[in-house]
């Protein structure tokens, strides 16, 4: 995964090879318990502390505000919650939800 960012009027590639199972976990509670029609501004605090944590403090919570466009920000985070979820699936041989149980 990567994610483009304006720093110093510069835009800058930062890429994750790794996903942890932490932020596996903080993709799903976030998906299972914020609508993004609805964000305070503490969640939308919580996304771009989601982005640093994700991508390893390769930038800050500033760089993620002050990076993206206002119209990029929530779709961004968005995809990189579901691009974790997915890597998941994919790494573990397919695309099935990995909340529903295998059926006998």
Known sequence: MEIKLVIDKKEKTFTVPFVSARM???????????????????????????????FGAQFTRDNVYDGLSSHE????????????????????????????RARA
Not at 30 to 47: A, G, H, V, W, Y
Not at 74 to 79: D, F, H, K, L, Q
């Open 24 to 54: 596996l976990r903080k993709s799903v509670e976030f998906s299972k318990t914020r609508n993004t029609s609805d964000l305070s501004p503490e969640d939308l605090d919580e996304m771009a502390d989601y982005t640093v944590d994700l």
């Open 73 to 100: 920000f929530i779709p961004t985070v968005m995809y990189l919650m579901n691009a974790a979820v997915s890597k998941v699936n994919d790494d573990a041989g397919g695309n099935e939800d990995p909340n529903v």
